[in-house]
């Protein structure tokens, strides 16, 4: 039996890969995979990583020396993947598409609960505090809804958001002509939305596509919500708005520093990221663990997806879902 090492496992990752692999012996490790977890992999010809592992050159050309040939990652996202160091040496393939849906639902959840200052109700309820002074929102009817990236999650995203009888602008370098989609240029959509959602990868074009200048151009009561990746928001200049009232609030399920915080139990440690601290401490900043895709049918379709891709891989066929350098 081929043997898969699998690292960053979590329970919830191991309940569909157990359910539905039949084919292969998986190694689990909680070790995320990195230049010194890579010896784990001894033995394996393919490994299955996710969103934060570190899988860069060093990581690449050492997994090649230990024989491995395939990258499976178990994420859409592949910005933390060395494509140029793994050019020739091993495959990657990744799952694009699980459920859209997931990480949609969540983001819309969070604006809910950032808008109409859920978080705080609920914990003044659990203490008999029934006053409502401060918690006032704003109707989602009638207001803009700026899309970052109108792909799978971003098009879902909008589908809600019509569904609340919002008004739905869109920026993408790749508009979807024909879908009805009031695409704008980024100005625009920065400076007429009442909420931004951000749903584009991270490259290079999009690192710190929210800065200083982006948030400059918001208005002072907009709600920022970012599922996508933690680069995407340059964090001080957040916070530096945050602080400055220039924006309303921030929904972050995605941290720009949150490779060795994110997915971790840290409640007894000092946490050092004074940025992310400040943030946490704001009332109109609500956190998620990079938890947008976890959904029941989000991680039986990953599970599936990723044996069906190592399956292929094994017996030869062509891969669906390789990624290569471009
Ligand atoms: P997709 O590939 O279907 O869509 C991405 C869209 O972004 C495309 O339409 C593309 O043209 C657009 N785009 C590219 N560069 C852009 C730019 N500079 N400005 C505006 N738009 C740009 O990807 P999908 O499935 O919709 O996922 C989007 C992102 O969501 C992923 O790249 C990943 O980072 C993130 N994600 C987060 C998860 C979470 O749990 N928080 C789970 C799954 C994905």
Known sequence: MEKIAFFDAKPYDRVW???????????????????????????????????????????????????????????????????????????????????????????????????????????RTRDFNFSLNGLVGFDMHGKTAGVIGTGKIGRAFIDICRGFGMNVIANDPYPDTGSGINYVTSEELFRQSDIISLHCPLTNDTHHIINERSLSLMKPESLLVNTSRGSLIDSEALLAALNEKRIGGAALDVYEEETDLFYNDNSTKIVTDEVLSLLVSRPNVLITSHQAYLTREALQSIAATTLESLGDFFSGKPLKYEIKRS
Not at 95 to 111: D, K, L, N
């Open 17 to 123: 890969f157990d359910k539905l692999n039949r084919d292969f012996e998986i190694r689990y490790f909680e070790s995320k995979l990195r230049p010194e977890s890579v010896q784990l992999a001894e033995g394996c010809r393919a490994v299955c990583a996710f969103v934060n592992d570190d899988i860069g050159s060093a990581t690449v050309n050492s997994l090649a020396k230990l024989g491995v040939e395939i990258i499976a990652m178990r994420c859409a996202g592949y910005n933390n993947v060395s494509l140029e160091a793994a050019s020739g040496k091993m495959k990657v393939v990744r799952v694009p598409a699980y459920s859209p849906y997931s990480v949609a639902e969540h983001a819309m959840g969070m604006i809910l609960m950032l808008n109409r200052k859920l978080h705080k109700a609920y914990i």
